[in-house]
C-alpha cells in the first residue's frame, strides 16, 4: 500500500471504521543509517506511543534483504519510539523485488529465517515481531516453507497474502493455502486478499479458521468493512455507511491534506481514493468523473461542493 495508506489515512480510517491495529507504509532498508526523522516521517504516531489520534496501535513496517541491516534498524525504531515491528515479505511490485525487497525473498525460505532471527534477537523481548509473506514467488509451492521459516526466525505472528508474487492481484485469492498453513504453525496467522465485502469474510473466515484478518485496498473501498465485520461476529445490526459519509471523509482528507501538494498535484490522492471506492459506490464514480480533470483549488473545492451538500 505504499503511497496509499499515509498517517492521515490512517488516522481516519482508524476513527471510523473499528479497526484493531494499523500498519505503516513499509520503510525501504538498504546500506545507508537512516535518522529519526525518515522514521517519523513514514510513521509521525511514534511521537505518540506509536498510536494514531483516537488511540489505535500503529505497527512499523521495514522492507530489506540484509539481516544486518534491518536488525540495527529495527533496534532504532524501538527507541524512537515504535512498540512492535513488521517485516514485509509480500510486495510484488518490480522496482522492490529487483532490489532485494518484498516477495523476491520468499524464493529463499532461508534467508526469511535469517533476516527474522537477526530481527528477533535485536528486539527487546517485550516488542512484538510479526511477517507478511505471500504463498510464494514464481508458484505457490513454497507456501509452508516460508511460513515455517518466518516461525523458526522468531515472529509472533503471520500475514498471509493469499497469493503468489505471479499472481499478482488477479482473483482468486487462494485461502485454503492460509488454512494449511494455520492448522501447521503455533503462530497467530492473519488472513489477507481479497476480503472486499461482509459475505467475503464469511467465507475466508470459514475456510481458514483465522481469527485475525487484513484489509488493504477492500478498506479504501468500503471504509466501514470492519465495522460491519464486527457487527456481524457480535450479532448486532449495523446499517453501512452511506455516500453523504463518504463523502464528508473525502473533504476531511482533502482540507488536512491541502497544504502537503503542490498547486499541480492538488486533489490527486482524493481522486486515487474515488477510484478504489467506486468498487462500492456508484456515487463515486460519478465524483471521479467531475472532478478528474479539475486542478486548481477552487474547481476541486467546486466539485465537492454538491457531495457535501448532501452529507449535511
Not at 513514514?42 to 540484509?66: H, Y
Not at 488454512?179 to 467475503?200: C, F, H, P, Q
Not at 449495523?238 to 473533504?251: G, H, I
Request: proline letters at 5%.
Amino acid at each position: 500500500m505504499e503511497g496509499v495508506i499515509d498517517h492521515h489515512v490512517r488516522k481516519l480510517l482508524s476513527e471510523v471504521s473499528g479497526i484493531d491495529q494499523c500498519v505503516t507504509e513499509f520503510l525501504r532498508i538498504t546500506h545507508t543509517k537512516l535518522p529519526q526523522r525518515v522514521f517519523l516521517r513514514i510513521c509521525p504516531e511514534l511521537a505518540n506511543n506509536a498510536r494514531t489520534a483516537n488511540g489505535t496501535p500503529v505497527k512499523l513496517q521495514l522492507l530489506g534483504g540484509n539481516p544486518e541491516n534491518i536488525a540495527y534498524h529495527a533496534a532504532k525504531a524501538v527507541e524512537f519510539g515504535a512498540q512492535s515491528i513488521d517485516l514485509n515479505f509480500g510486495c510484488p511490485a518490480k522496482s522492490v523485488n529487483n532490489s532485494d525487497g518484498g516477495a523476491c525473498l520468499l524464493r529463499e525460505p532461508h534467508r526469511v529465517e535469517s533476516i527474522v532471527d537477526a530481527v528477533r534477537k535485536a528486539l527487546p523481548d517485550q516488542i512484538p515481531l510479526s511477517a507478511k509473506i505471500r504463498l510464494g514467488y514464481e508458484d505457490r509451492s513454497s507456501y509452508l516453507d516460508n511460513a515455517m521459516a518466518a516461525q523458526n526466525g522468531g515472529a509472533d505472528t503471520l500475514a498471509v497474502h493469499a497469493r503468489s508474487k505471479v499472481d499478482g492481484y488477479k482473483p482468486p485469492a487462494y485461502w485454503e493455502y492460509i488454512g494449511e498453513i494455520r492448522e501447521k504453525t503455533s503462530m497467530r496467522v492473519i488472513a489477507n486478499g481479497d476480503i472486499w465485502t461482509l459475505k467475503d469474510f464469511i467465507r475466508c473466515r470459514e475456510v481458514t479458521g483465522c481469527d485475525a484478518f487484513m484489509f488493504g485496498r477492500s478498506l479504501l473501498a468500503t471504509p466501514d468493512l470492519p465495522n460491519q465485520v464486527r457487527a456481524y461476529c457480535t450479532g448486532q445490526a449495523y446499517s453501512p455507511m452511506p455516500w453523504s459519509q463518504v463523502a464528508a471523509l473525502l473533504w476531511e482528507y482533502y482540507l488536512v491534506t491541502k497544504a502537503d501538494y503542490p498547486a499541480k498535484h492538488l486533489g490527486n490522492r482524493i481522486k486515487q481514493w474515488l477510484v478504489y471506492l467506486s468498487q462500492t459506490y456508484p456515487q463515486a464514480r460519478t465524483f471521479f468523473d467531475e472532478l478528474k480533470r479539475r486542478r486548481s483549488a477552487d474547481e476541486i473545492e467546486a466539485a465537492f461542493a454538491p457531495q457535501l451538500a448532501t452529507a449535511a
